[in-house]
C-alpha cells in the first residue's frame, strides 16, 4: 500500500462493550459509573436496608424456583426456606441478624404469595446470557426472566417472548418503565434473537405488605417504533459514552447511591481519596 492509499483508510471505530446495568448507570451519573465500573468498589459496610434485603428475598426465591423446578407451584415450606437462607445471607453484617430476618420473613412471604400461578407453571429462561448489537454498541447482559411462548399453543396468531422483572413495591409498574430503560434494551437484544417473536415486557410488582392480590401490572408489547426508537437511544448513548469522564449528577436519587460519601466529602472540599480507603473496598464480581 502506498502513502496515497493509506491516507484514504478510515480508521474503524472502536466498539463499545457494556450492559444495559452499565449504560444506564453513566446515562444517571457518570461519577457513580466510574466508581461502581471503572474503579470498581463498593463499601466495606454491607450491612443492608430492609427493602434491599427483603427485595434480593424475594427476587432469590423466585428466580430459584424457577430455574430448578420450572412448571412447579412451590410449597410454602420450599418458599419460606429459601427465603430465610436468603435474608440470614443479606442481613449478615447487620446488627442483631437473625432479630432482623424474624422482622421481614413475614413481608417476603406475603409477597411471594402473591405470585400468580401462571408463573410458577411457565418455562422461564432465568440470567441467561444475551448479546446483540446497536451501532457501535454491543450490549451483553443477563436480563432476569423470559419464556418463548408458542401462538398455536395458547391461541394466537404470532410466537410470542415474555419478559418480566420482578420488584417488591406497591409503585405503579408502569412507573419503572420511566424510571429504567433496562427492560426495554433487554427487550431490544431479545428481538435481535427473536425477529419473529411478538415482546411484551412487564415489571411485576409485590408489595410486602397487605395480603391481598399482587396490583395490576399489564404486559406492555415491544411495538416495532418502539424497537427503532430503543435502538436508536442505544446507539446515540454509545457514541456519547466516554470511560474517562465522571461528571456527576446530582440528585434526590444520591441519598440511595453507594458512592454518596465520596461526592458530600467532593463538595464539602474533603480528601475524597481518604474516604475511599477508609469506607471502600474492591468490588465482588457479579455472580
Given at each position: 500500500m502506498n502513502y496515497q492509499d493509506d491516507k484514504a483508510v478510515t480508521p474503524k471505530k472502536e466498539m463499545v462493550s457494556v450492559s444495559p446495568s452499565e449504560l444506564a448507570t453513566w446515562n444517571d451519573c457518570q461519577r457513580k459509573?466510574?466508581?461502581?465500573?471503572?474503579?470498581?468498589?463498593?463499601?466495606?459496610d454491607q450491612s443492608?436496608?430492609?427493602?434491599?434485603?427483603?427485595?434480593?428475598?424475594?427476587?432469590?426465591?423466585?428466580e430459584t424456583i424457577c430455574r430448578d423446578f420450572p412448571n412447579e407451584i412451590p410449597t410454602k415450606e420450599d418458599m419460606a426456606l429459601r427465603a430465610r437462607d436468603c435474608l440470614e445471607h443479606e442481613f449478615e453484617h447487620n446488627y442483631?441478624?437473625?432479630?432482623q430476618v424474624e422482622k421481614y420473613l413475614p413481608?417476603?412471604?406475603?409477597?411471594?404469595n402473591k405470585i400468580p400461578n401462571e408463573i410458577w407453571k411457565a418455562h422461564w429462561f432465568v440470567e441467561r446470557d444475551i448479546s446483540g448489537t446497536?451501532?457501535?454498541?454491543?450490549?451483553?447482559?443477563?436480563?432476569?426472566?423470559?419464556?418463548?411462548?408458542?401462538?398455536?399453543?395458547?391461541?394466537?396468531?404470532?410466537?410470542?417472548?415474555?419478559?418480566?422483572?420482578?420488584?417488591?413495591?406497591?409503585?405503579?409498574?408502569l412507573d419503572f418503565l420511566l424510571w429504567s430503560p433496562q427492560l426495554r434494551y433487554y427487550a431490544a437484544v431479545l428481538q435481535q434473537e427473536h425477529p419473529n417473536r411478538i415482546?411484551?415486557?412487564?415489571?411485576?410488582?409485590?408489595?410486602?405488605?397487605?395480603?391481598?392480590?399482587?396490583?395490576?401490572?399489564?404486559?406492555?408489547?415491544?411495538?416495532?417504533a418502539m424497537y427503532e426508537a430503543t435502538c436508536a437511544e442505544i446507539g446515540s448513548m454509545g457514541s456519547r459514552f466516554n470511560r474517562s469522564r465522571m461528571e456527576p449528577r446530582y440528585s434526590r436519587a444520591c441519598s440511595f447511591c453507594d458512592y454518596s460519601p465520596i461526592c458530600k466529602g467532593i463538595i464539602t472540599g474533603a480528601d475524597p481519596n481518604g474516604i475511599?480507603?477508609?469506607?471502600?473496598?474492591e468490588r465482588r464480581p457479579h455472580d
Amino acid at each position: 500500500m502506498n502513502y496515497q492509499d493509506d491516507k484514504a483508510v478510515t480508521p474503524k471505530k472502536e466498539m463499545v462493550s457494556v450492559s444495559p446495568s452499565e449504560l444506564a448507570t453513566w446515562n444517571d451519573c457518570q461519577r457513580k459509573w466510574h466508581y461502581r465500573y471503572d474503579a470498581r468498589i463498593e463499601p466495606i459496610d454491607q450491612s443492608r436496608p430492609a427493602p434491599m434485603a427483603s427485595g434480593q428475598a424475594v427476587h432469590f426465591v423466585v428466580e430459584t424456583i424457577c430455574r430448578d423446578f420450572p412448571n412447579e407451584i412451590p410449597t410454602k415450606e420450599d418458599m419460606a426456606l429459601r427465603a430465610r437462607d436468603c435474608l440470614e445471607h443479606e442481613f449478615e453484617h447487620n446488627y442483631e441478624p437473625e432479630k432482623q430476618v424474624e422482622k421481614y420473613l413475614p413481608g417476603v412471604i406475603r409477597a411471594l404469595n402473591k405470585i400468580p400461578n401462571e408463573i410458577w407453571k411457565a418455562h422461564w429462561f432465568v440470567e441467561r446470557d444475551i448479546s446483540g448489537t446497536f451501532g457501535d454498541v454491543e450490549l451483553h447482559g443477563r436480563p432476569d426472566m423470559y419464556r418463548l411462548v408458542d401462538g398455536l399453543a395458547t391461541g394466537y396468531e404470532v410466537d410470542r417472548l415474555e419478559l418480566i422483572d420482578v420488584k417488591t413495591t406497591k409503585t405503579e409498574p408502569l412507573d419503572f418503565l420511566l424510571w429504567s430503560p433496562q427492560l426495554r434494551y433487554y427487550a431490544a437484544v431479545l428481538q435481535q434473537e427473536h425477529p419473529n417473536r411478538i415482546i411484551t415486557y412487564k415489571y411485576l410488582c409485590l408489595p410486602t405488605t397487605g395480603t391481598g392480590p399482587a396490583p395490576h401490572s399489564p404486559a406492555w408489547v415491544f411495538t416495532p417504533a418502539m424497537y427503532e426508537a430503543t435502538c436508536a437511544e442505544i446507539g446515540s448513548m454509545g457514541s456519547r459514552f466516554n470511560r474517562s469522564r465522571m461528571e456527576p449528577r446530582y440528585s434526590r436519587a444520591c441519598s440511595f447511591c453507594d458512592y454518596s460519601p465520596i461526592c458530600k466529602g467532593i463538595i464539602t472540599g474533603a480528601d475524597p481519596n481518604g474516604i475511599i480507603d477508609e469506607l471502600y473496598t474492591e468490588r465482588r464480581p457479579h455472580d
